[in-house]
């Protein structure tokens, strides 16, 4: 497994999803400002969890919407339940083959604890879960993000893809 290289620069004092840089599924370093003023979905995903199938959901809303600039950001992540075991190869493979998924997947992070990507980090700390937690409590939890790169809003697992749809068109 290739060693995470974490970068942080924050502009002005003031962070967005554009000041952080990760590691994509082929292990090229990305800056995120290359997805600059378009609107996001980031989402820690799995292969083996109950909520895989949202995968097709995910595509199917960016392959709809990506023209007029948005992009699903995948970030696959073994923390819950040991549910994404598979290396990079292999997950990018099956996400590809099983949910014809076209959109940015990007090397397996963590989401908490002190091994944490600063993307979640700062994520977790621009929208917190209910009651204020900052923890990610599974597999599919979902930010969107606005094109200025500031969180708007935060779903839980459970939330269907299909169900952000509307508040996704409104910041398009």
Not at 1 to 23: C, E, N, Q
Not at 74 to 86: L, S
């Amino acid at each position: 497994m290739m060693p995470l290289r974490f970068l942080f620069f924050p502009r002005d004092g003031m962070a967005s999803i554009y000041d952080f840089t990760a590691t994509n599924i082929r292990g090229q370093d990305v800056p995120l400002s290359d997805f600059q003023g378009q609107v996001l979905l980031i989402v820690n995903t799995a292969s083996k969890c109950g909520f895989t199938p949202q995968y097709e959901a995910l595509q199917s809303l960016y392959a709809k919407h990506k023209e007029r600039g948005f992009a699903v950001l995948a970030f696959p992540c073994n923390q819950f339940g040991a549910q994404e075991p598979e290396g990079e190869a292999q997950i990018g493979e099956f996400c590809a083959s099983v949910f014809g998924a076209t959109f940015p997947l990007f090397a397996k992070i963590e989401v908490n604890g002190p091994s944490a990507h600063p993307l979640y980090a700062y994520l977790k700390q621009e929208q917190p879960g209910l009651l204020g937690t900052g923890r990610i409590k599974w597999n599919f939890t979902k930010f969107l993000i606005g094109r200025d790169g500031h969180p708007v809003a935060r779903y839980a697992p459970i939330t269907a893809p299909e169900s952000i749809e509307k508040p996704l068109v409104k910041l398009l």
